[in-house]
């Protein structure tokens, strides 16, 4: 059903879960992994310095930063992918939803898989909602992993009667 899964990942535990379910979906369907990363673009970084009022900042190492951040990202979100399953990673800049929605379209996606921090009520509402977003503008179904209590990844249990000899 799915062949091209798109994750949103930003490195938080809730991106960390819904890794691991892309990964076990691609892995049922045959299908490729692209894991994608937002970083602020350089009118961002203009425009955070602007409001910083006299600070002084290079700009051009700022992005440099954020960029060498995002691939180290990348790199270890790539590492949690078998080897058997098809995988690429993007990184791009600018607002996550809008380069979630972006790669959806150019990459001809056919899934967007992301978590949740599960903020909701006034905090969700002051904050926005990237997965909010996405999923009221993607013209493909997106999969939101929810916020877990302890934020850990899901890992295989196996049932007390499975164990037992």
Known sequence: MFRNILVAFDGSPPAEVALHHA??????????VTVLT??????DIASTAAMAGGTRINMDEILQQLQADAKALLDAARARIPEGVPSQTVAASGAPAQ???EQVRKGQ???VVMGS?????????LLGSVSHNVVHHSHVPVLIVPARKD????EKESSP???EE
């Open 23 to 32: 990964v076990d979906l691609a892995r049922a369907e045959g299908a490729r």
């Open 109 to 111: 996606h056919d899934l």
């Open 161 to 163: 009667a499975a164990t």
């Open 151 to 154: 934020d850990e990844p899901l």
């Open 117 to 125: 921090r599960g903020r909701t009520g006034l905090g969700a509402m």
């Open 38 to 43: 937002a970083f602020p673009s350089y009118v």
């Open 99 to 101: 380069v979630v929605l």
